[in-house]
Structure formats: C-alpha cells, structure tokens
C-alpha cells in the first residue's frame, strides 16, 4: 500500500512541479511581452515628442517671417516700393529704394534751399507715411539738389512744378518732366472731402494718370485749385510762399500752350532735405 500511495505522491508532485513551471513559463513569457510593449510605447512616446518639438521649431521659424511681414514695428507702417526702369518712357535715376517700413507718427520739415531764398514745408507723417519716408530717402541721396521746377501753370491750375532729376543745367527747358527715380508708389491722404481739394500753400505729389504712380515730382500751390482729389497731400508751406508767388508773377513761356510751361523766372533748388520736427 505504502509503494501505491508513493507512486501517487510522486505522480502528484510531479504534476504539479510541472503546472508551476507551466505558470513561471507563462508568466516569464507575459513579463517579456510587457517589457517589449513598455519599450516600444517608450519609443513612441519619445519619438513623437522630438517630433512635436521639432514641428513646434520649425513652425515658429516659418511664422516669423509672415508674422514680420505682417506687423512692422510699432509706430512705423509697411509700404510697397514699386520698381520702376524706364520702360514707361521716363527718364530714371537710379537710387535705389526707401526702406520697408516707415514712420506714421509724429512730423517733419522739408527745407528746399533755391536760388531765390528758402522754401519750408511742414509734413504730417501719420497722413502721408509713405511718401515722407520717400523724400527722407530721396533727400538723403541729394536727388534734388541741383534741380529747377520745370514747369508752371498760370491758367485754372495755380502750382509751380519741382522735382524731376532731369531738369538739370543747361538744355533743362526741353526737359518734359518724365523725370524720377527708381521706384514709384501708391498715392495716400488724398483731399476727398475738401473744397478746393488743393488749397493755397498745399505741397501735393504729381502723377500721371495711372494709379501708384507717384515718384519724385512735386507741386506747390500757389493760389486755390480745384484738381480732383488723385495727388497726395504730402505737406503744408510754412515759409517762402511768397517766393513762389514771385515765380507765378513772373509768368510761363507757354511752351505747353497758354499759361503752362517753363516759369520764366528760373526757380533752382540748390538743396532739398527733411529732417523730423
């Protein structure tokens, strides 16, 4: 009996050494399978974070630009210098072009130093930004100096014209004032709602009859004009109004037909800067 119930004792224990080997085996085996899982969650997880920083990087590296591009700095606006190479027909003097952005805040005075005494101009640069950040420029690089105002109208529209680099010296009366820079540029604070649009004493920019056509040239009016509201207001006459005056008195040859063409008093500007007020 003793032999029958060792043989089952030991048949017993032997299955049951083998349901635990059974279930070390399994549980070795789904310890594994864990470890394997933890490490490829690990590596996801790792690999979607350097991921996610490397997208946050370059996302911020593409924004900047845009985010320049679309906010110039405080105080300052952006504006859109046109090329501009002579294919029109105009006579170009290349300078270059203004920077980007430029100052809508606060004024500054423009000073043209001429043959008959000084002209001064007040400039308002929150209502034409652009257009004094193009004479700053312009005046920076002496694009005036050494000019005369080419042209004066005495009939209905009462202004002396000024500014185009190629009335220079002698021969400057067949100058046709297509005259400019490098560049052009959108028109701004135009006199929609004024009468007369031009008042006497306004400093306007000429153009043709495109739009973003305004370059170098100028007008100053010298008596009340009624033109339709397409020239940018750029600034106020402060001082030498009477100068021009002068000019007008004098009269044109009429070299463009009656009461338009070369003022017979020669005007010359020997120097024209800005500088903020």
């Not at 470890?35 to 590596?43: M, N």
């Not at 000019?147 to 009462?158: A, M, Q, V, Y």
Request: aromatic share 6%; proline share 6%; net charge positive.
């Amino acid at each position: 009996m003793s032999s029958i119930k060792d043989r089952q004792r030991a048949a017993a224990r032997a299955r049951l050494e083998k349901e635990m080997a059974e279930r070390a085996s399994s549980a070795r085996k789904r310890r594994q399978r864990q470890a394997i899982i933890g490490s490829a969650l690990a590596i996801v997880v790792i690999a979607g974070a350097a991921v996610w920083i490397v997208a946050a990087l370059g996302g911020d590296d593409d924004k900047k630009p845009a985010d320049a591009a679309a906010a110039p700095p405080a105080g300052t606006v952006a504006c859109t210098w046109i090329p501009e190479d002579g294919s029109t027909g105009s006579k170009v003097k290349d300078v270059g072009t203004p920077p980007p952005n430029a100052p809508n805040v606060g004024k500054a005075t423009m000073t043209m130093d001429t043959n008959l005494g000084a002209i001064s101009a007040d400039v308002d640069l929150a209502k034409a930004p652009c257009t004094g950040e193009a004479f700053t420029f312009l005046a920076s690089k002496k694009f005036w100096d050494n000019t005369k105002c080419h042209r004066l109208t005495t009939e209905g529209i009462k202004v002396l014209q000024c500014g185009d680099p190629s009335a220079t010296g002698k021969g400057w009366r067949q100058s046709d004032g297509s005259g400019g820079p490098s560049f052009r540029y959108a028109e701004e604070n135009l006199p929609t709602n004024a009468k007369p649009a031009y008042p006497k004493g306004t400093i306007a920019m000429a153009k043709t009859s495109a739009p973003s056509s305004t370059g170098s040239q100028f007008f100053i009016v010298y008596e009340d004009t009624d033109l339709p509201a397409d020239y940018t207001v750029l600034g106020t006459i402060t001082k030498g109004l009477d100068i021009v005056e002068g000019v007008a008195k004098a009269g044109s040859d009429d070299a463009n037909g009656k009461g338009d063409g070369h003022p017979k008093k020669e005007i010359d500007i020997k120097t024209l800067t800005m500088a903020k007020a």
